[in-house]
């Protein structure tokens, strides 16, 4: 039996001069369903004083106990199958002894995105449509919610002893979907597309290769061999082999169109995954079975058709409650009550190392002033902004400038509540920001530019850069204008420096500072790092994040992290949001081989969208 409680609506009214805001939520009391509860309740949190009027915004405080224990699983622990005898190699199957193979899966996903190039790209927007048709050097098994790392091009690996070479054999007898076979050179060429892209060429996955202090890939006849400058632990570098954008594309295509894939016809390219693409237009995306597949298990099923159905959207809801799609995930949290109640639909929680920020860029004028980004950074009420968009997001406030869980220094979301440049503003606080932009040179905000907010046009973009909006209009004056755009084009205007402030995220799928912060704000090789897009130049930081990389004792590591975390609120190059994500995927039981029906896991995307153990029982 299933017994859901009652919900209400919420409506609170933001007012600042010239603009009013209304948000709305729907608070879910109490969800239980067999072996899972969910429970919700109401608790005051602060009062937000807006002229003429008095806000008491409400808070969600929801059971995360368990959460938490998955959440520190991913990083704090790499799980990783240990290849067989050389004469052996894994091969994927579904667990199920009386599985069957035929039929079409419906899935929903983000699309059409505005170009191809999944290397130039982090989104689910494209690893939820494109991961069927490829494979990777090493895979997450997402079979069960271990996800544990296995083999799957490169079936065994060795390490030298002093950790800087990592040589990985690589499959025999797989083939392209154009018939042409994958050798160790076509692994090299798509890593070195994703750690030394062309000039001018966007990898989004840079920063990570970045990470590992990779200097160069050799290939022979059978095997691909990492060599790195610096040792890197296990767990860093097996975070990176097994990263879901690290798809195997062929040479030649690469060669031919120099590294960027963004107009490629899909129809001529070729991955060597379990599924080979058929077509896809403003409705759809569709892949069938690759007969020929390496895997004699897989795939089991005959297709996937994917439907255009943006995530966190009503629409989504809709196309599950109503089985019109077979598999969807990603939905709006405050849709889980009605959605744990529709009888026929299975779930598992995922949890996502994101480390959601706003970007400032320090090349602008006023932005390069460290005293203006301690200014806005002063009256941005992160709690409140998260608060706002809990209804369509999953997140999670806590830890502060390093996540919690990662052996830095962190802080529980009470206590960071308490925090500077953390709590909702105290007039103290919004006096000391408009004394910080009166000494660089802008009084009540006379003489700054507009403030340039883009955002990529969905639900969490459009709160924040509204949030941020007003906060900066009724605490410093500060006009700003709102750009929304598709999420190829806003990945794309960071990237050319075309912001003032920019909602960004980084996944810290390796939990360590000297990525997740350096990569936003650091430089590397002297230049800005892949994803330092606000173009930070900081020595002493820089300085620092070198010193924690060669730090071993845990206790100084700390030690360091809290100098980390004082030189960022000195020069206050961004300001953190979110530590992580936590979304719901729903599915009909006639889809089997997935994770466990009510299970929870700790991964990035490209999870379980490869579909090739999935099967369906109808």
């Known amino acids: 039996m299933l017994a859901c409680g009652t919900t209400e609506t919420i409506t609170k009214t933001i007012e600042v001069p010239g603009e009013t805001i209304i948000v709305e939520k729907e608070v879910v009391k109490t969800v239980e369903i067999p072996g899972e509860t969910i429970t919700v309740t109401k608790e005051v949190v602060k009062e937000v004083a ?7 915004v409400e808070k969600e405080v929801e ?38 193979r035929g039929g079409t899966l419906i899935t929903a996903n983000n699309g059409p995105p505005s170009h191809w190039d999944f290397y130039a790209a982090g989104s689910i927007t494209w690893h939820g449509v494109m991961s069927s048709m490829y494979d990777n ?31 990985f054999k690589i499959r025999d007898g797989v ?30 996955s840079k920063g990570l290769w970045q990470s590992t202090s990779l200097r160069e890939i050799t290939a022979t006849d059978d095997s691909v061999t990492f060599h790195l400058d610096e040792p890197r632990s296990t767990q860093h570098m097996m975070a990176v082999f097994s990263e879901s954008q690290g798809k195997i594309s062929s040479k030649a295509n690469l060669d031919e169109f120099g590294g960027n894939m963004k107009k490629v016809d899909l129809s001529k390219v070729s991955g060597s995954g379990p599924f080979k693409f ?32 943006p995530v966190f959207s009503p629409q989504l809801t809709a196309a599950l409650q109503t089985k019109m ?26 949890i996502a190392p994101f480390y959601w920020h706003l970007l400032f860029n320090t090349q602008n004028e006023g932005f390069s002033d460290p005293r203006v980004r301690q200014a806005v950074a002063l009256i941005l009420d992160q709690e409140a902004m998260l608060e706002a968009i809990s209804p369509v997001f999953g997140n999670k406030f806590g830890g502060g400038w390093h996540p919690e869980g990662l052996g830095m220094e962190t802080y529980s979301p009470s206590s960071l509540a308490q925090q500077k440049y953390f709590r909702s503003p105290t007039d103290e606080d919004i006096a000391e920001a408009q004394q910080l932009l009166a000494d660089a040179g802008y009084p009540n905000g006379e003489g700054f530019p507009v403030v340039d907010l883009p955002g990529r046009n969905n639900a969490l973009n459009t709160i924040i850069n509204e949030l941020t909006q007003a906060f900066l209009l009724q605490h410093l004056g500060l006009e700003s204008e709102l750009r929304l755009t598709d999420v190829g084009s806003w990945r794309q205007m960071k990237a050319n420096g075309e912001f003032d402030i920019a909602l960004n995220n980084l ?42 990389k060669d730090e071993q004792d845990p206790s100084k590591k700390y030690d360091i992290s809290v100098e980390i975390s004082d030189q960022l609120e000195k020069e206050m190059p961004f300001v953190p949001l979110m530590e992580a994500g936590t979304f719901k995927h729903w599915w009909v039981p006639e889809m089997k081989g997935f994770v466990p029906h009510g299970s929870q896991f700790a991964t990035f995307w490209g999870f379980g969208h490869k579909w090739d153990h999935v099967w369906l029982d109808r």
């Open 175 to 204: 083939r392209f979907h154009d018939g042409s076979d994958l050798t160790p050179l076509d692994v090299k060429a798509t890593i070195d597309r994703m750690a030394f892209p062309p000039e001018g060429v966007a990898a989004n």
């Open 278 to 309: 058929v077509e896809q237009n403003a409705d759809h995306f569709v892949v069938e079975a690759n007969m020929d597949y390496w895997n004699p298990n897989a795939p089991y099923l005959d297709g996937v058709e994917t439907i255009w159905i």
């Open 50 to 56: 807006v002229p003429g009027e008095t806000i008491v």
């Open 325 to 350: 799609i077979d598999f969807g995930g990603i939905t709006a949290p405050a849709d889980s009550a009605s959605l744990l109640s529709t009888p026929g639909l299975n779930h598992a929680t995922q």
């Open 137 to 167: 050097l090493l895979r997450l098994d997402s079979r069960s919610a271990d996800m544990t790392i296995v083999p799957e091009i490169g079936t065994t690996w060795e390490l030298n002893p002093d950790m800087t070479e990592w040589t």
């Open 507 to 548: 996944v810290y799928s390796v939990p360590v500072p000297e990525y997740y912060i350096r990569n936003i704000v650091g430089n590397c090789d002297g230049v800005p790092c892949n994803g330092n897009l606000g173009k930070n130049n900081d020595p002493v930081l820089d300085e620092l994040l070198l010193k924690i």
């Open 63 to 100: 059971v995360v106990k368990e959460v938490e224990v998955f959440f520190e699983k991913l990083v704090e622990k790499v799980l990783i199958a240990t290849p067989g005898p050389a004469d052996t190699d894994f091969y994927m199957t579904t667990l199920d002894p009386n599985n069957k």
